[in-house]
């Protein structure tokens, strides 16, 4: 689980709606990580690179947070954000991408 937020609340409220979500699809948690941090590239954050580093090495399979910005505010660094994940054999989920309208077309 990834949270960054304004203040610690913010990181600890992201935190628990994860778990909720995890817990009720029988998902694993096998880390918290929460950071506090203004709107800095996602490989500027500490908290980021050791989430790549659990993937990269074995150690987590998904990359989960609330929303796609607390990832990433740009849509272009949040692409990034997956890409890099997919590229080390893991996936990205974002409980806000739910909520998301689908296209009709």
């Avoid at 909720?20 to 954050?45: C, G, N």
């Avoid at 990832?71 to 996936?91: I, M, N, P, W």
């Amino acid at each position: 689980m990834y949270a960054r937020g304004a203040t610690p609340l913010d990181e600890a409220t992201s935190i628990a709606k994860c778990v909720q979500w995890a817990t009720a699809h029988d998902w694993d948690v096998v880390e918290e990580i929460r950071e506090s941090s203004d709107a800095e590239a996602p490989l500027a954050r500490a908290g980021y690179v050791k989430a790549l580093a659990m993937i990269q090495g074995g150690g987590a399979e998904v990359l989960m947070a609330v929303s796609r910005l607390e990832l990433a505010e740009d849509h272009t660094d949040y692409q990034g954000v997956c890409s890099r994940v997919e590229k080390l054999g893991g996936f990205v989920h974002t409980l806000d991408a739910q909520k998301e309208p689908r296209d009709a077309s």
